[in-house]
């Protein structure tokens, strides 16, 4: 099963193009390291998957041919933002709450265990929490919902190195312990080489590079890394304005 499947996708805002012919299958059951410099269409693509905005060319589906933003889709997948929507005059234990009302599916002891486990307590206001805290407040938000494809954009851009680490060794125990897909977009390549098992390069709104990691590196000769900046590097300059990230 493919948890994001596209044929020719666009969007497009006003006369600029974010994504254009974007067709791309990810498989489930990895962890997808989407990269791609500022303009490269990594949110549009993201936010587009799970129903924040629509595509102005071509289609999209999800979890094996599900609309995005259908009932379906929603209740099996988990998303976190750059600019997660934390209230920071709640304390955890309302954040917790008001989640908990706004979701169908949801598991509170795997909420409030996972919390105990990384030391956040119930009473703090999320406002005094640190960066890592509230990353790891908002991806257990996500993971309570008991998701099948857990989408991450950009949850490492305003993290300190420790907790870089503490946070992705959260997604690889969520995939491996509950089965789950993770697509995670970051510009942090030398973390995500350790973690990722499937890579998607875009560049200028258009796929550069998709397939296993596995797969690339014995075709290519080299890691993660090294192979996608080959593909960076070699982007060729668009005539269209890029919008959107």
């Known amino acids: 099963m493919n948890v994001i499947d596209t044929v020719r996708l666009g969007k497009r805002y006003r006369r600029s193009w974010a994504l254009r012919d974007c067709t791309l299958a990810i498989p489930g059951g990895h962890i997808a390291a989407l990269v791609g410099p500022n303009g490269a269409g990594k949110t549009t693509l993201l936010t587009m998957a799970v129903g924040l905005t629509r595509p102005?060319?071509?289609t999209l589906t999800v979890l094996g041919g599900e609309p995005p933003g259908s009932p379906a889709a929603l209740d099996h997948i988990g998303f976190v933002a750059q600019d997660a929507p934390l209230y920071r005059n709640l304390p955890v234990a309302g954040m917790l709450h008001l989640a908990r009302n706004l979701n169908r599916r949801w598991d509170q002891r795997r909420a409030t265990g996972r919390l105990a486990q990384l030391e956040i307590p119930l009473r703090q206001k999320v406002g005094e929490l640190s960066g890592g805290q509230k990353a790891q407040l908002a991806l257990t938000i996500a993971l309570a919902r008991r998701p099948a494809l857990l989408v991450l954009d950009e949850p490492l851009?305003?993290?300190d190195p420790v907790?870089?680490?503490d946070f992705l060794a959260s997604v690889v125990a969520a995939a491996q312990d509950d089965g789950i897909s993770v697509v995670l977009s970051?510009?942090?390549?030398?973390?995500l080489e350790r973690v990722a098992t499937y890579l998607v390069v875009?560049?200028?709104g258009e796929v550069r590079v998709a397939g296993a990691v596995r797969e690339l590196i014995e075709t290519h000769g080299a890691g993660l890394e090294e192979i996608a900046l080959r593909h960076l590097r070699a982007r060729v300059p668009s005539s269209?304005?890029?919008?959107?990230?």
């Open 186 to 191: 970051s510009h942090v390549l030398a973390e």
């Open 163 to 165: 907790a870089r680490e």
């Open 56 to 58: 102005t060319a071509g």
């Open 240 to 245: 269209r304005t890029e919008a959107g990230q």
């Open 202 to 204: 875009l560049t200028s």
């Open 157 to 159: 851009a305003a993290l």
